[in-house]
């Protein structure tokens, strides 16, 4: 009897054991690798799941965590502010954070990309709980992106994005759509020249600071109405690294180089586009009569240039939408499923519709 006492304690034992290691070895239902863009399923799940706890800090697929509100520390990192629309998007952080009453530190890069790394470094060491970067460079932001993530914090591109995994390097990345800004401006010049009966079209690109994906989408997006026009020639295609004076001798030399003999001009941001029309004043060239020229952004300045008549149109590219952001933040802080690009909303303005939109310049 004391022999069959201890096999029966013997099995209990073993089975015992077997049922701990099963459950060790099942992985928790709540945890998830799967990318943001299964986020219509997940969403309903999620918010059932663990309705209470989300409120104080959700997560997203890379298992970052967002904090509360009452904790909340952003931490900005700005590419640099060497035009009017960078130190107007600065500026509209602080304020949107000042008037929510959150805590925020921004930094400055000035342009130079090891920099950008280190400020986010130094960010995260004073203890900021979601970091906002605006990249001067897509893929070399990435030791900045590792450098989130190993310590949990949730990142989100703001203007200039990353060439990293949404959902996984970056929460999301909220901008005006690139592709559509320079979309546009191509289509512009199109129906102009269309209007006027000029064909072929012969057209130059000046472009912003190379290696941002705001650069590469409008080039992207400016190829895209050049071929659905199917009569652009491009005389030229060169960087001016989204300064004023730099276009100006950019645009100078091309006029040199070609004779003059130019229909339109494609220019990345009205920074550029200001000085291209400096140029051509140069050049005895008017706008909208010798060459139709286009800008991006939306600054006063561009926009009484069209007014005047020196600026053709111009595709907006608001720098206020630090209230967007932190929309967004406030949505994940609630553990409410937040998408991977969030647009903001652009115009084109011209002529026709300049006295309409004047205020929204800035």
Do not use: H
């Amino acid at each position: 009897m004391k022999k069959m006492k201890t096999l029966a304690c013997l099995a209990l034992v073993v089975v015992m054991a077997l049922t701990l290691f099963v459950a060790c070895s099942t992985p928790a239902a709540t945890e998830s690798t799967a990318p943001s863009a299964s986020a219509e399923a997940s969403q309903e799940a999620s918010a059932s799941a663990s309705a209470e706890p989300s409120k104080e800090a959700g997560t997203t697929a890379s298992n970052v965590t967002w904090p509360s509100k009452e904790d909340l520390f952003v931490g900005y990192s700005q590419a640099d502010l060497a035009s009017t629309w960078r130190t107007v998007e600065s500026d509209d952080m602080q304020a949107v954070a000042d008037e929510r009453g959150y805590k925020i530190a921004i930094t400055n890069a000035e342009g130079d990309t090891e920099r950008q790394i280190s400020d986010v470094e130094s960010l995260l060491a004073q203890g900021c709980n979601v970091m906002v970067i605006t990249a001067i460079d897509a893929d070399a932001i990435q030791p900045a992106l590792d450098a989130c993530k190993e310590k949990g914090v949730p990142v989100i591109m703001k203007s200039r994005g990353s060439n990293g995994t949404p959902g996984e390097d970056y929460a999301t990345f909220i901008a005006s759509d690139f592709v559509w800004e320079g979309e546009q401006a191509g289509n512009w010049i199109a129906n102009a020249c269309k209007e006027k009966g000029i064909d072929p079209v012969k057209v130059v690109e000046i472009q912003g600071i190379i290696g941002g994906t705001d650069v590469r989408d409008r080039g992207q997006g400016f190829a895209n109405a050049a071929e659905t026009a199917g009569n652009f020639e491009v005389v030229a295609q060169q960087s001016a690294n989204f300064s004023r004076p730099e276009a100006q001798e950019v645009v100078q030399n091309i006029l040199q180089s070609s004779g003059g003999d130019i229909d339109a001009i494609y220019c990345q941001n009205d920074e550029m586009a200001l000085g291209a029309s400096l140029a051509l004043q140069a050049a005895g060239k008017k706008v909208g009569e010798d060459v139709f020229l286009v800008g991006v952004d939306g600054m006063k300045e561009a926009l009484d240039a069209i007014k005047n008549g020196t600026l053709s149109a111009t595709v907006t590219c608001n720098p206020r939408f630090a209230s967007t952001l932190f929309d967004t933040i406030e949505k994940a802080m609630n553990g409410e499923q937040i998408d991977t690009f969030i647009p903001v909303e652009d115009k084109v303005i011209d002529k026709t519709n300049v006295d309409e939109y004047y205020e929204y310049g800035f």
